[in-house]
């Protein structure tokens, strides 16, 4: 059994940060790459920005220059710092996890973290 836990979100103003972490924990071989995806309110879900298993990261347009994305390899816990935030940022933030889950590549989602930015 993988999980995948989300931590981090709130509401802040417009301008202000949060950081959104998150933790995969469970049986598995290893994790390879780990994303932050998002959805807002009748918007599709998107990518934000993700990581692979040899530190290469891809940011979508809007969160380049403003968010940054990183892990920590040996607890299996990524960080999304996210800084000059928009009401236009609001929404559901999730965390992504593809691991090695004994031989079989599985991606395993959270259950997602509300991020709230007020104008």
């Known amino acids: 059994q993988v999980q995948v836990e989300e931590f981090g979100g709130g509401l802040v103003q417009a301008g202000g940060s949060l950081t959104l972490s998150c933790t995969a924990s469970g049986a598995f071989v290893r994790v390879n790459g780990m994303g932050w995806y998002r959805q807002a309110r009748g918007k599709q879900h998107e990518l934000v920005a993700r990581?692979?298993?040899?530190?290469?990261?891809q940011y979508s347009e809007f969160a380049k220059g403003r968010f940054t994305i990183s892990r920590d390899k040996v607890k299996n816990t990524l960080i999304l710092q996210m800084n000059s935030l928009t009401p236009e940022d609001t929404g559901v933030y999730s965390c992504?996890?593809?691991?090695?889950?004994?031989?079989?590549?599985?991606?395993?989602w959270g259950q997602g973290t509300q991020v709230t930015v007020s104008s």
């Open positions: 992504r996890a593809d691991v090695d889950d004994w031989g079989e590549q599985m991606t395993y």
């Open positions: 990581i692979s298993s040899s530190d290469i990261t």
